[in-house]
Every structure is written in structure tokens, then in C-alpha cells.
């Protein structure tokens, strides 16, 4: 048992402290998440029940601010580190300071990657900023009206109801004519894009990711990601072998996300054949050298850790199965070169036994599992 809950039923023996006291926890929900949101907490005891723990039992507006509450009966003196989550459907961010609960009231808002904790609710800690994104679409519908919706299960219509945002805006970028609209966030919401005339017609099957630019190019039939103008960008390919409806791919670095948003990461729907394999593609890829965990997944419960840190220098292959993931190497120029393999410490190998390798061949180069 914790020394502070020791303590805490001490003195309360004595009368100095009453297990009956009220704990106000109030969150300014900032998230892009809606309002389907929970708290949870851990350390001396679960004060709100297992995960994903307790919905708000009201909502208060406080100098301008709204506020999820959350009340605590008891449980006087316990350290506890709440987690505010959406409701376990993927995104959570915790409050890793903690709260001993010897205070009526507490107060919390996030944005959904961080956290401002303050004690005066007049003087709001609620400015996080916001990372500024534009959607560049390089429109070759030939539809009088182009118009983008985006929707996310645990997010707001970023561009609001359907058929979401008319495309008026126009800019020139090396040549070419795009539209644009602002696409900002905090480089955590991956949205479904559906782009449509509001007539009928429409075209879906990218995902991106709020708060950041993005390129795309749409005609009446289709939608793809494009490069980024004068930004070097590579591919990856996965081979399939999983059986599962969805594919999905996670990126982090430590413990944030990464490129491609939060849980469950970017969904790959493109597909292309290289040398009778079909691929699931994920297209134009920023080149980054931080290297990336990687976390092939289903969003049902299934997932598949990519084993060891690749930077996207090059394109990348992988074959995933439900009982691992190994990278291979696919080369679409001459089978003339010679296959190299190094230790990962750049050592040559001349005969490679189990491990994880680099290998080279030709211009390609890509760490291998044997």
C-alpha cells in the first residue's frame, strides 16, 4: 500500500481528514476529438474504474472556457496521473505531472498532444498554438464546382458538413495551378478525404493529415497524393500477406507520433505491380533522416511492429504476415548487380547468417531480415 494512502486512512482515523471530500477534476477539452472523451486515472487506485475510465458527469463554462468535469468522491491524500482519452478509440494524452487529491478543484486543458495544468480557472492556460496546413489539390475534374469533405470517427467535419468546402483559392507553384484550402491542425488527425461536385459525383481513397501541406492531384475518377514541389519524397510498399480487410501504418518516434498522424496511422488503399507482386503503396512519403518506428495494424486490434528504425531515404519494401513483418529488397533495375550485405554497423558480410542486414544492389539500398 502507497505511504500517502497509509497516511491518508491514518489521519483519517484521527479526524484530521475526511474520506468524504469532493474532487472537482475539470479538462477544456482543445482536442480534435469531439465529445465522446473520458478520464483516467492510475496510482494509489484507479479513482475513476478501468480503462478508459469515466465520461464527465457535466460541462461548466468558466471565464469563456468550457469545461469537461470530472468528480472524485473520497479518496483523500492519493497521488493519482490521470489519462484523457477519447474513449479508448486510439488517442489519449496523459498528465504525467500527477494531482495528490487534497484540492477541491483542478484544472486541465489539452490540446490532445500536451497539456497546460494551472490553478486560477480566470487566467485559462488554452493557447497551444496551432501548426498551419494547406490541402493543394491540383484539380483536373473539369467539374464546374470542386468541393473537399474530410472525416474522421473521433473528429470534427474539418471542412465542415457535407459536401464540405468549395475549392476557390488558387495559387501558381512552379508552373502549375493548384486550389487550396486551409487544412490546420496539430499533426495528429489523419482525415479521409472525399473530394465531389455536390452533384452526385465523387472520388475518394486518400487520407491526410491536419496541419501540414498536402498535395493532391484529382480528376472525376480518381484522387492520389503527389509530391510535394521541390521536396524529395519516396514510397513505401507492403506485401500483403495479412488477410485483413484494412491495412493501416504507424509511425513514432519516442514517445510521440510521427508522420503519419496518431492510432491508427495513415490507411493504405493505393496499390501497384512490380514484378508480379501487387503492393499496398503508401506515395510520396517526405524524405526524413529521423528514423521512424514503424506499426502495421488492422484499427480492429491487430498489429505488427516493424522490427528496428528506418529514415525515409529511399523507398521502402516490406511483406507483412500475421506472424511478422520482414523488409525485402525489390529491385526494378537490372538483376546484374551484385547483392551487398553490411552489419549495421557498415561491415561487409560475405555470407550473411540470421540477422538484420543492410543490403545493397545497384542504387538501392534497404535494411533486410534474414
Given at each position: 500500500m502507497k505511504k500517502s494512502l497509509l497516511l491518508s486512512l491514518a489521519l483519517g482515523a484521527m479526524g484530521l481528514v475526511s474520506n468524504a471530500a469532493t474532487h472537482n477534476i475539470y479538462v477544456a477539452n482543445l482536442t480534435d476529438w469531439g465529445t465522446d472523451v473520458a478520464l483516467y486515472a492510475w496510482g494509489d487506485s484507479e479513482i475513476f474504474g478501468g480503462w478508459p475510465g469515466?465520461?464527465?458527469?457535466?460541462?461548466?463554462?468558466?471565464?469563456?472556457?468550457?469545461?469537461?468535469?470530472?468528480?472524485?468522491?473520497?479518496?483523500?491524500?492519493?497521488?493519482?496521473?490521470p489519462i484523457f482519452n477519447n474513449n479508448n478509440r486510439g488517442q489519449q494524452v496523459d498528465f504525467n505531472d500527477g494531482i495528490v487529491l487534497n484540492e477541491e478543484n483542478y484544472y486541465f486543458a489539452t490540446n490532445g498532444i500536451t497539456y497546460h495544468q494551472y490553478s486560477d480557472p480566470t487566467k485559462p492556460d488554452t493557447d497551444f498554438g496551432e501548426l498551419d496546413g494547406t490541402l493543394y489539390v491540383l484539380d483536373k475534374t473539369g467539374w464546374d464546382t470542386t468541393y473537399v469533405y474530410a472525416w474522421e470517427n473521433a473528429a470534427s467535419e474539418i471542412f465542415g458538413g457535407w459536401p464540405g468546402t468549395a475549392l476557390t483559392q488558387s495559387v501558381e507553384i512552379e508552373g502549375e495551378t493548384y486550389k487550396k484550402v486551409p487544412f490546420p491542425g496539430n499533426k495528429t488527425i489523419t482525415y479521409n478525404l472525399i473530394f465531389n461536385n455536390n452533384a452526385g459525383t465523387q472520388?475518394?481513397?486518400?487520407?491526410a493529415i491536419a496541419g501540414k501541406d498536402t498535395y493532391v492531384e484529382v480528376t472525376?475518377?480518381?484522387?492520389?497524393?503527389?509530391?510535394?514541389?521541390?521536396?524529395?519524397?519516396?514510397?513505401?510498399?507492403?506485401?500483403?500477406q495479412t488477410g485483413w480487410?484494412?491495412?493501416?501504418?504507424?509511425?513514432?518516434?519516442?514517445?510521440?507520433?510521427?508522420?503519419f498522424g496518431s492510432w491508427p496511422g495513415v490507411h493504405v488503399n493505393d496499390s501497384e505491380t512490380i514484378n508480379g507482386i501487387e503492393y499496398k503503396v503508401i506515395r510520396n512519403v517526405e524524405a526524413t533522416e529521423v528514423a521512424q518506428n514503424l506499426i502495421i495494424n488492422n484499427n480492429a486490434g491487430e498489429q505488427i511492429d516493424?522490427?528496428?528504425?528506418?529514415?525515409?531515404?529511399?523507398d521502402?519494401?516490406?511483406?507483412?504476415?500475421?506472424?511478422?513483418?520482414?523488409?525485402?529488397?525489390?529491385?526494378?533495375?537490372?538483376?546484374?548487380?551484385?547483392?551487398?550485405y553490411y552489419t549495421l554497423?557498415?561491415?561487409?558480410?560475405?555470407?550473411?547468417?540470421?540477422?538484420?542486414?543492410?543490403?545493397?544492389?545497384?542504387?538501392?539500398?534497404?535494411?533486410?531480415?534474414?
Open positions: 469515466a465520461t464527465p458527469s457535466a460541462q461548466e463554462t468558466i471565464a469563456g472556457v468550457t469545461y469537461d468535469k470530472f468528480v472524485v468522491e473520497g479518496h483523500d491524500g492519493e497521488t493519482v496521473y472520388v475518394e481513397g486518400i487520407s472525376a475518377t480518381e484522387c492520389k497524393i503527389i509530391p510535394t514541389p521541390g521536396v524529395k519524397t519516396y514510397n513505401i510498399y507492403i506485401d500483403d480487410n484494412e491495412l493501416y501504418l504507424y509511425a513514432y518516434v519516442g514517445a510521440s507520433s510521427s508522420i516493424v522490427e528496428g528504425a528506418w529514415p525515409i531515404e529511399s521502402l519494401f516490406f511483406t507483412a504476415t500475421k506472424n511478422g513483418v520482414s523488409s525485402s529488397l525489390n529491385v526494378v533495375e537490372s538483376d546484374d548487380f551484385e547483392t551487398e554497423q557498415g561491415v561487409r558480410v560475405a555470407t550473411p547468417t540470421e540477422g538484420l542486414y543492410i543490403v545493397r544492389k545497384g542504387s538501392k539500398v534497404m535494411k533486410v531480415i534474414k
